[in-house]
């Protein structure tokens, strides 16, 4: 696989059954090395699954469990979602064009270690969490602490809101260990792929300010050298 972070495989893993749409993972955690993650969410009060049913309410707000399979436009509402502290690539997702919980209503799937972020788009019918810790929804034009460096296995970061751009360079990356992903947002579709790698020793990457996510996987911390 080129670089391609768990895409295919997690299409086959997630579990699309009938799942609690209410089940709740607790409270995220930092990501994997806190030194390094992206800044954790503010807390919110809304009930597991369901939108906050305020129409006062920007969707910035809306948090749910990681276990379920939820409705979108009903359960959830489209927009762009964040989990975090997710150990061990135990994390699935999935979005999917209608409940047949067939592979080809998939639109796109993957797995998380770390932190992950995920766009729900409007047209997707159902989008399914398992293992995950809470989604929460993050605003458009969100700004938060930005690193120049980052946990070489801490997954997505939000380039302008967790990251920098600039050149990075990792080291010390054993062969078939390192892969990472620059996208141009977060649908996880293959049209979304700006550039990849899979890296052996040492990796150097330049990230744009106008990549819209970094994704690292299994890779050496990764250093700011401009």
């Known amino acids: 696989m080129k670089g391609r972070i768990a895409l295919s495989a997690a299409l086959g893993v997630v579990v699309i059954g009938v799942v609690s749409a209410n089940a709740d993972q607790g409270m995220d955690g930092g990501p994997n090395g806190p030194r390094n ?5 503010s807390e919110d009060s809304a009930q597991d699954g369901r939108p906050t049913g305020n129409a006062g309410r920007s969707a910035d707000t809306v948090t749910f469990g990681g276990d379920g399979a939820f409705r979108v436009g009903t359960d959830i509402r489209p927009g762009t979602y964040r989990t975090t502290g997710n150990p061990g690539r135990r994390c699935h997702w999935e979005r999917a064009e209608d409940a047949s919980g067939s592979l080809e209503s998939a639109l796109a799937g993957g797995s998380v270690g770390g932190t992950g972020y995920v766009t729900v788009e409007a047209t997707d019918k159902v989008f399914t969490s398992s293992g995950c810790a809470r989604w929460r929804a993050v605003p458009g034009a969100a700004q938060g602490h930005l690193v120049t460096s980052m946990d ?3 997954g997505m970061f939000r380039v302008g809101t967790d990251v920098a751009p600039g050149t990075y360079r990792s080291t010390g990356n054993a062969p078939g260990s390192c892969s990472w992903e620059r996208t141009e947002d977060a649908t996880h579709e293959p049209g979304s792929v700006l550039a990849e790698d899979d890296v052996t020793g ?8 106008t990549d819209a ?9 990764w250093k700011k050298t401009d």
């Open 213 to 221: 996510y970094f994704t690292t996987t299994g890779c050496g911390d």
């Open 152 to 154: 070489g296995d801490g």
């Open 202 to 209: 040492t990796a150097v990457v330049t990230i744009r300010a």
């Open 37 to 41: 993650g992206p800044s954790a969410s």
